[in-house]
């Protein structure tokens, strides 16, 4: 018996011993010492042996039973480890190789300028509201006294959206500037008002380097008491004066536009040629920059403020036309033609 159970130690620990992987290992405690093992068996069998055997054998049994149990936990450490060290030498790091650069994005040229623009007016105490690109006919031009027949409605060519009519806000439309806000914003808060409404507008328009049929706009209202052109002369001053860091000059020229009277076009002094003229000024010393005036009455009233009590302006200037002439852009597609080797210039 002894020597039946020596013999069955050292095949095991031959078999352990030769064992490359760890699923022979497996198959190996099973054979040995699982519940139907070679060793098991005999360990079971012992009850029927002499009583002088059974505690020679038995203890024998046990000991060569741990001897296997060490010896395949031994060969297990052994084949992780070997696994371990082939697994890193196959994925070795090498860190002197040069680490590849994630790529950032960053804020579009545009809205790096409107961000200027609407800290400095916020400075100056105008809020910056917003409203939808999909508007009403009656906000994006009854509301601003042009009715349906006005001419000044073929200066804006515009795009329709098919659906429902309202008898008052009549169709839908995509604006066409930033103004529907004017009237919006004095029925949301009334007077006195100072606001700003950077955003984007639409104009069925064919493209060229100057038009698109996208751009943005950024419009401006103040309303309150005793109010005149003047202050908007010194607000225009002050923003075009912090927006290009050095002083800049104003003008105002006549103007027309129906919600407004009177109406004016301001112009500020050319920052290339700094008056001598030059190209980008056309050689007059000054640029067209937007279009302006005191808010008329039927405007004030559509918006549900006493002209008698309040009076007030409103000026629209055009974003991107700013941005093309701080950067010296040529061509306005540019700006929202997604070309990276354009944007990223920026
Ligand atoms: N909405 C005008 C346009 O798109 C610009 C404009 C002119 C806005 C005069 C105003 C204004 O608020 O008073 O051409």
């Known amino acids: 018996m002894k020597e039946k159970l020596k013999k069955l130690l050292s095949l095991a620990l031959k078999e352990i011993e030769a064992g490359s992987s760890l699923s022979t290992l497996k198959e190996i405690e099973v054979k040995f010492i699982g519940r139907k093992g070679k060793l098991t068996e005999i360990l079971k069998g012992i009850k029927d042996l002499s009583e002088k055997e059974k505690p020679i054998i038995g203890q024998l049994a046990n000991q060569y039973k741990n ?8 060969k297990t450490v052994e084949i992780n480890k070997a696994e371990i060290e082939k697994a890193l030498a196959s994925e070795s790091i090498d860190i002197t190789i040069p680490g590849q650069k994630p790529e950032l994005g960053h804020i579009h ?14 400075q100056m105490g105008f809020t910056v509201v917003d409203g939808p690109e999909i508007e009403s006919e009656y906000y994006n031009f009854e ?3 042009i009715p349906e027949d006005h001419p000044a409605r073929d200066c804006q060519d515009t795009f329709f959206i098919k659906g429902k009519e309202d008898k008052k806000h009549k169709r839908l439309v995509l604006r066409t500037h930033t ?13 006195p008002l100072r606001i ?10 064919a493209t060229d380097a100057s038009h698109d049929a996208t751009f943005h706009q950024v419009e401006g209202m103040l309303i309150d008491k005793n109010i005149s052109l003047a202050h908007l002369k010194g607000v225009m001053k002050e923003f075009l004066s912090r927006l290009f860091g050095k002083e800049v000059n104003v003008r105002f020229r006549p103007g027309y536009f129906p919600f407004v009277e009177p109406g004016v076009e301001l112009d500020f002094s050319c920052l290339i040629c700094l008056g001598a ?6 050689h007059t010393g000054w640029v067209e920059f937007m279009g302006a ?7 004030l ?4 403020i006493d002209s008698k009590k309040y009076q007030g302006w409103a000026f629209g200037f055009g974003l991107t036309r700013l941005i093309m002439m701080r950067y010296a852009i040529n061509d306005i597609r540019l700006l929202a033609g997604g070309d990276l080797r354009f944007t990223k210039q920026f």
């Open 196 to 205: 700003i409404v950077p955003g984007r507008v639409f104009r069925y328009e």
């Open 293 to 299: 005036g005191m808010t008329h009455p039927n405007v």
């Open 301 to 304: 009233k559509a918006g549900g």
């Open 109 to 122: 040229p545009l809205y790096q300028v409107q961000k200027e623009v609407e800290e400095i007016f916020n």
């Open 179 to 191: 103004s529907p806000l004017q009237v919006r914003s004095m029925e949301k808060y009334g007077a």
């Open 277 to 282: 003229g030059c190209r980008v000024c056309k």
């Open 67 to 74: 001897q296997i149990e060490t010896a395949i936990a031994d």
């Open 143 to 145: 509301g601003l006294n």
